[in-house]
């Protein structure tokens, strides 16, 4: 696990290693290229369905940057944060937020969203930070009452996710099982697919379950295993 600020512990599987990015090859080659240099005062904003790597994306990005302690990942759906957890991040160079669509609507989110958008820009040049984030819905179909927080957003890159195909799944599962130091055998991998729905969030809660019942039980992911777990 990665701590960043505010005590945010990322996920050591959410790395650009286990994104399968067919068909977003360009967003995540913008995303690793701001983790590398991110004090140029870059926007990006993508959008994409629940389930299709958003927040993998956004916390892969905070992973790969050198610095954690330049890096902010907040998502916007926790109950426990209010309008004023996007000020005082004045040393960030990475600022990632998730789930902004939760706030779309809300006067007060939405200025303190303008006004981080402007401070962040107000560093001498080489200072400033970039600030990437992420919506379950296209910039166009946000219902934000502010017309200048939309022009800012607007002004930046703006990418959608498209969704895995279905022949890609078990990459991205084994991808995630290799990450977390295990293999899923081809037959083993025929028989999940068969069972399993074809979403990459179920693929994942699965993965997990399965990690941690495989570590207890000592034993591998032979078809017998899979199918007592399954059942």
């Avoid at 890159?157 to 195909?165: D, G, P, R, Y």
Wanted: include cysteine.
């Amino acid at each position: 696990m990665k701590q960043l600020a505010l005590q945010v512990s990322l996920p050591a599987h959410a790395v650009f290693d286990t994104f399968i990015s067919n068909g977003n090859e360009a967003l995540v080659v913008q995303l690793k290229k701001l983790s590398e240099t991110a004090n140029v005062g870059e926007t990006v904003f993508f959008s994409g369905k629940v389930g299709t790597g958003k927040t993998h994306l956004l916390q892969a990005t905070c992973h790969a940057s050198s610095d954690a302690s330049q890096v902010i990942y907040l998502n916007l759906a926790n109950p426990a944060y209010t309008f004023e957890v996007l000020e005082g991040w004045d040393a960030a160079q990475l600022i990632c937020l998730d789930n902004i669509d939760i706030v779309q609507g809300d006067a007060q989110w939405e200025e303190a969203l303008f006004d981080l958008f402007n401070r962040r820009l107000e560093r001498a040049n080489g200072e400033r930070a970039s600030l990437v984030m992420a919506a379950s819905k296209p910039l166009k179909e946000l219902n934000l009452s502010l017309p200048d927080l939309r022009s800012r957003l607007s002004s930046g890159l703006i990418f959608h996710i498209s969704e895995l195909a279905e022949q890609h799944l078990s990459l991205a599962l084994t991808a995630h099982a290799h990450q977390r130091g295990f293999e899923i055998p081809s037959d083993s991998m025929k028989f999940l697919m068969s069972r399993l729905p074809r979403e990459l969030s179920e693929l994942m809660a699965w993965l997990d379950k399965t990690d941690k019942a495989s570590l207890e039980a000592k034993r591998k992911l032979t078809i017998p295993f899979v199918k007592s777990l399954l059942d």
